[in-house]
């Protein structure tokens, strides 16, 4: 038998050595990966009992808390016996909860947002919506869980600022994850969807807000046109029943409706996202201002809403409305909505102010800007504006364009593969990874995410933690983020 060569022994010694360096250097990677998973579970449940054990106040929950959970607010003070719907409120919180399900498979993640959902269910008014919050001991709203037929009392569902929309979409996700199962939460659902199908407008929009249903002989289809002159001074008119785009309204119904039809199947709420669409399309004003304003008369007319939000085009609006073009399209494919793209782009560009931001507001037809003082007068300079409002914003065209011309220059098909792809693909990297112990390590041992900040509404409060608070938008981007690790991380 031919002995070995030096050479052969000495590879094999090498690539053995190799070998033992390789598993050296993987067991510790493998075994930190785990450690953190334990780690980032481990602080969820942590988090999470904090919240629903000290933080929740009949199962919901409002936007930031002092230290001790003494004083508490939303977007105004509240007592213990009140929750927030409008986000970051008690909807945002649920959602974050059933991503931690998804992500752990640990129930008590799912009880947590069931018991969202039922303060939500209390909470639910006649007319199928929410107002801003929810008062478990007050009896000037009329929730539907309540016989109100012999009394008055708020009936308003909101649409402003996602409220309603929110609480909607968080039920229906939790409605798909306990398989249509709970008739409760089923039954909250669809009264709501049937209600916010009632409130849209023949041309397809939706108002601000609304207690009952527009009759369609009263509200013809028409486009949207200028006025032969418009008030200079605020009228001081209800513009609540107006077609809204202020702080996305129509846009988030529309978004809502279009997941209704995924996660049901009902071929009437596909119809009123379009419609919602159509609207859009109605909206966009002729030449020479092809874009859109913040909210439109009954006539389909730019008009007033607030005393600092005048008859006017919107650089801001007509941005989120021009994103909302590009949403439509990939969930449709109907080119009408790429095609409105082009003179809008056009305007912009013509339109920008000379240090590269847009004007909130553009005067109709000939497109100065418009900006107001702090005593509330209409002028056409910036010498003086308030402090409250965004009289002038960042352009996002740029990205907006990107995103068209990927749109118009790929099929359809292609479109669609690369966005489904994009929701189901959850990715870490080591800056995520930071992110993940830096969150961790900012739990303290009660299972707050404290932050530097003030209760907004509360004018007299001696902070035992100074300038501390704790925030349900940071609980819910946390959970998330950290939700995020686990699902990126399965085997």
């Known amino acids: 038998m031919k002995p070995k060569s030096v050479s052969l022994i000495f590879n094999t010694v090498n690539f053995k050595l190799i070998l033992f360096l390789l598993g050296l250097i993987i067991q510790p990677i493998a075994w930190s990966d785990t450690l953190l998973r334990e780690q980032t579970k481990q602080a969820m449940s942590k988090a999470s009992d904090f919240f629903t054990q000290q933080v929740s106040g009949h199962g919901g929950y409002l936007w930031k808390y002092s230290p001790d959970l003494e004083l508490r607010e939303g977007e105004k003070k509240a007592d213990p016996d009140m929750i927030w719907v409008q986000p970051p409120g008690t909807p945002s919180v649920g959602e974050a909860f059933i991503k931690a399900f998804r992500a752990s498979g640990n129930k008590k993640y799912l009880k947590a947002a069931l018991e969202a959902a039922y303060a939500l269910e209390w909470g639910q008014l006649q007319s199928g919506g929410w107002w801003y919050s929810i008062d478990f001991n007050s009896n000037k709203f009329r929730y539907r869980h309540v016989d109100n037929k012999v009394r008055k009392g708020r009936n308003i569902s909101i649409l402003d600022d996602n409220v309603s929309q929110s609480a909607l979409m968080f039920l229906m996700h939790l409605d798909e994850v306990l398989e249509f199962k709970n008739q409760r939460v089923n039954k909250v659902v669809e009264y709501g969807l049937d209600n916010l199908l009632k409130a849209q407008y023949p041309n397809g929009a939706w108002p601000q807000r609304f207690d009952k249903f ?278």
Do not use: C
Request: hydrophobic share 35%; net charge positive; aromatic share 16%.
């Open 214 to 491: 527009p009759n369609p002989d009263k509200y013809p289809v028409i486009k949207a046109n200028y006025p032969q002159n418009w008030p200079r001074e605020f009228p001081g008119k209800n513009y609540y029943s107006y077609y809204t785009f202020n702080d996305n309204s129509i846009s988030d119904t529309i978004v809502l409706f279009f997941e209704a039809y995924r996660i049901y199947g009902k071929n009437a709420y596909l119809e009123a996202a379009e419609r919602g669409g159509d609207f859009i399309l109605l909206a966009q004003m002729p030449e020479p201002q092809p874009v859109w304003a913040q909210q439109y008369n009954h006539k389909m007319q730019p008009a007033w809403a607030r005393k600092f939000e005048p008859a006017a085009l919107s650089g801001r609006e007509s941005q989120d409305v021009m994103k909302s073009l590009l949403m439509l399209y990939r969930e449709t494919g109907k080119q009408k909505y790429l095609d409105a793209l082009p003179r809008a782009f056009r305007w912009f560009e013509r339109s920008i102010l000379p240090e590269g931001k847009m004007a909130r507001f553009y005067e109709l037809r000939t497109n100065r800007p418009l900006y107001f003082t702090k005593d509330y007068q209409l002028v056409y300079h910036a010498n003086d504006l308030p402090t409250h409002y965004y009289f002038k914003v960042k352009s996002r065209i740029p990205g907006i364009k990107r995103e068209y011309e990927y749109l118009k220059n790929n099929d359809y098909e292609s479109v669609k593969k690369r966005l489904d792809k994009k929701k189901n693909t959850v990715t870490i990297n080591e800056k995520k990874e930071r992110i993940v112990r830096r969150i961790i390590s900012e739990l303290d041992k009660s299972g707050r995410w404290l932050e530097d900040g003030k209760l907004r509404y509360q004018r007299f409060y001696n902070f035992n933690v100074a300038n501390q608070v704790i925030s349900s938008k940071t609980f819910v981007q946390n959970m998330n983020i950290l939700s995020d690790y686990l699902l990126a991380t399965q085997k």
